[in-house]
């Protein structure tokens, strides 16, 4: 049985080592970290990182709110400037009308703005992995 197995392994082809992993596209990773009531808005706070060999000039986002029952409540576009390559850099946005506890998710609807290495990035979709800690969803 153990022979069957390695013979089978081997014949997959080579698994993954550190070189074929750094062949892997890099990443933008955006985080919603925190959500909290501030006066009559949310404050979201992001984690971005730029995980990328080369900076990003300007990146921003079009999000939408949703309440509890899935509607609208809100709208705001952010935009997170200018990331460092390999660098990790904080935002906050007050969005929304009313506190946090009335949003359920909040969609990155359109990427308003990807410049990675001084040129517009048509694809810039495709580099990014979202994700959240907070109570709140942050969906594509």
Same mark, same amino acid.
């Given at each position: 049985?153990?022979?069957l $197995?390695?013979?089978?392994?081997?014949?997959?082809?080579?698994?993954?080592?550190?070189?074929?992993?750094?062949?892997?596209?890099?990443l933008?990773?955006?985080?919603?970290?925190?959500?909290?009531?501030?006066?009559d808005?949310?404050?979201?706070? /992001?984690?971005?990182?730029n995980?990328?060999?080369?900076?990003?000039?300007? $990146?921003?986002f079009?999000?939408?709110? /949703?309440?509890k029952s899935?509607g609208?409540?809100g709208?705001?576009?952010?935009? /997170?400037?200018? $990331?460092?390559a390999?660098?990790?850099? %904080?935002?906050q946005?007050? %969005?929304?009308?009313?506190?946090?506890?009335?949003?359920?998710? %909040?969609? $990155?609807?359109?990427?308003?703005?990807?410049?990675?290495g001084?040129?517009?990035?048509?694809d810039?979709?495709?580099?990014?992995? %979202?994700?959240?800690?907070?109570?709140?969803d942050?969906?594509?």
């Amino acid at each position: 049985m153990k022979r069957l $197995l390695l013979a089978s392994l081997l014949a997959a082809g080579p698994l993954a080592t550190p070189q074929t992993l750094a062949q892997t596209p890099e990443l933008i990773a955006v985080q919603l970290n925190t959500s909290e009531s501030a006066g009559d808005a949310c404050r979201l706070t /992001f984690v971005i990182q730029n995980r990328r060999a080369e900076p990003i000039s300007k $990146l921003g986002f079009d999000l939408v709110m /949703f309440d509890k029952s899935d509607g609208v409540s809100g709208y705001a576009a952010v935009d /997170f400037g200018a $990331l460092p390559a390999g660098k990790t850099v %904080v935002r906050q946005y007050d %969005v929304g009308k009313g506190g946090c506890d009335t949003i359920s998710r %909040v969609l $990155l609807n359109e990427i308003r703005a990807c410049e990675i290495g001084g040129s517009q990035d048509a694809d810039c979709l495709s580099k990014l992995e %979202v994700s959240s800690r907070s109570e709140i969803d942050f969906i594509i």
